[in-house]
């Protein structure tokens, strides 16, 4: 089946149109992220915007900023982690994260979210969730100041929530879910801390996700979902097992969920469509490299390569080797220094 990339490109533009549907003015508190997805799956499609739209979205993007220095998913809302993340990313998409006012102070609003025990709440109110993690991580990664966190507290944290099947949970005790392992590893490989997983283990985990229809699912007899081709094999992506699930099974899957005259792409063959399931299905085709789609996403920050090269963003965080620091086992530690003469 083919890629209808013309039809999906419709499908997001209309949706900035539909300004006076019941659906826009009931998703108006996570209008930041629905930008997001339809902005990030358009630079994949490499659909180019006009520069009258770029001047608008950043107008709207920066309105949502709040006396917090954190963003809110629509002007007046209160702030959280994960709009302040997608007006991070939508910025860096647009190319325009120069006009970020005063990124120190978004990234101490960030880090200011930190528990004691190394979880962030995803605002003030400070309910827990792995989710938060990512977005911290993934929010100061690149805005380059990682530095303001205590990223071996967070690391414990997130070991605290590993499940004995390898996978990982919202919060300690909770059950494996493909979207928070997304979230677990994804943060892991922005610390360069791979070592808390068992890859082996949770790799197994993530390849059994893949069902008879070659979609994969979020968890043991669930149906397949088109957004697990991103969360499943982001992570798989990242841990350089993707080719343990059969990957052209899955494109099949993804390219059966779209609608093919509308455009747009729904969780499972026919059902609705949405900018949702839409992102994350071109996103995971793109991750699978195919559908010749222009411009590559990257599985650790959820955004294209060619906006992190703009912006001095280490693609592969996960992959640097690494400098030990305080209290290191003697095995990790650093070479010693080569003799003087
Ligand atoms: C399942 O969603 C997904 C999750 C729980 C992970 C969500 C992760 C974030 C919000 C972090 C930011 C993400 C990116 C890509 C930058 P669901 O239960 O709503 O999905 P479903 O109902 O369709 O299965
Ligand atoms: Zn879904």
């Given at each position: 089946m083919s890629f209808v990339g013309d039809a999906h490109v419709r499908f997001i533009r209309k949706l900035n149109e539909k300004k006076e549907t019941f659906e826009y003015v009931a998703t108006e508190h996570l209008r930041m992220s629905g930008l997001y997805w339809g902005l990030c799956a358009l630079d994949i499609m490499g659909t180019p915007l006009s520069q009258e739209e770029i001047d608008g979205f950043v107008q709207w993007i920066l309105s949502c900023q709040n006396e917090d220095a954190g963003f809110g998913g629509s002007p007046g809302h209160d702030s959280h982690l994960l709009y302040t993340l997608s007006a991070i990313q939508l910025l860096a998409i647009l190319g325009h994260l120069e006009d970020l006012h005063n990124p120190e102070r978004v990234a101490q609003y960030v880090a200011a979210l930190q528990h004691p025990d190394g979880s962030f709440g995803g605002d003030r109110w400070g309910e827990i969730d792995t989710r938060f993690t990512y977005c911290a991580a993934c929010c100061l990664g690149l805005l380059h100041h990682l530095e303001l966190i205590n990223v071996d507290q967070a690391v414990e944290f997130l070991r605290r929530c590993m499940n004995i099947d390898g996978g990982f949970g919202s919060c300690p005790g909770a059950e494996s879910h493909g979207g928070q392992i997304f979230c677990c590893v994804g943060a892991l490989a922005i610390f360069n801390?791979?070592?808390?997983?068992d890859q082996d283990l949770l790799g197994w985990w993530l390849a059994e996700r893949q069902t008879d229809l070659g979609g994969l699912n979020g968890r043991p007899e669930k149906e397949p979902d088109v957004c697990y081709s991103w969360w499943n094999l982001t992570a798989l992506a990242i841990m350089d097992r993707v080719p343990w699930i059969d990957p052209d099974a899955l494109a099949g899957f993804i390219l059966a969920c779209q609608d093919r005259e509308e455009g747009g792409i729904s969780d499972r063959p026919e059902d609705e469509a949405d900018v949702y399931h839409t992102f994350f299905g071109i996103a995971g085709l793109s991750l699978l490299g195919?559908?010749?789609?222009p411009n590559k996403i990257n599985p650790v920050y959820a955004m294209t390569e060619r906006v992190l090269a703009r912006y001095h963003v280490d693609p592969a965080p996960h992959k640097k080797p690494r400098t030990p620091g305080p209290g290191s086992r003697p095995d990790q530690a650093a070479p010693p220094p080569p003799p003087s003469s």
């Amino acid at each position: 089946m083919s890629f209808v990339g013309d039809a999906h490109v419709r499908f997001i533009r209309k949706l900035n149109e539909k300004k006076e549907t019941f659906e826009y003015v009931a998703t108006e508190h996570l209008r930041m992220s629905g930008l997001y997805w339809g902005l990030c799956a358009l630079d994949i499609m490499g659909t180019p915007l006009s520069q009258e739209e770029i001047d608008g979205f950043v107008q709207w993007i920066l309105s949502c900023q709040n006396e917090d220095a954190g963003f809110g998913g629509s002007p007046g809302h209160d702030s959280h982690l994960l709009y302040t993340l997608s007006a991070i990313q939508l910025l860096a998409i647009l190319g325009h994260l120069e006009d970020l006012h005063n990124p120190e102070r978004v990234a101490q609003y960030v880090a200011a979210l930190q528990h004691p025990d190394g979880s962030f709440g995803g605002d003030r109110w400070g309910e827990i969730d792995t989710r938060f993690t990512y977005c911290a991580a993934c929010c100061l990664g690149l805005l380059h100041h990682l530095e303001l966190i205590n990223v071996d507290q967070a690391v414990e944290f997130l070991r605290r929530c590993m499940n004995i099947d390898g996978g990982f949970g919202s919060c300690p005790g909770a059950e494996s879910h493909g979207g928070q392992i997304f979230c677990c590893v994804g943060a892991l490989a922005i610390f360069n801390r791979l070592d808390a997983l068992d890859q082996d283990l949770l790799g197994w985990w993530l390849a059994e996700r893949q069902t008879d229809l070659g979609g994969l699912n979020g968890r043991p007899e669930k149906e397949p979902d088109v957004c697990y081709s991103w969360w499943n094999l982001t992570a798989l992506a990242i841990m350089d097992r993707v080719p343990w699930i059969d990957p052209d099974a899955l494109a099949g899957f993804i390219l059966a969920c779209q609608d093919r005259e509308e455009g747009g792409i729904s969780d499972r063959p026919e059902d609705e469509a949405d900018v949702y399931h839409t992102f994350f299905g071109i996103a995971g085709l793109s991750l699978l490299g195919k559908c010749d789609l222009p411009n590559k996403i990257n599985p650790v920050y959820a955004m294209t390569e060619r906006v992190l090269a703009r912006y001095h963003v280490d693609p592969a965080p996960h992959k640097k080797p690494r400098t030990p620091g305080p209290g290191s086992r003697p095995d990790q530690a650093a070479p010693p220094p080569p003799p003087s003469s």
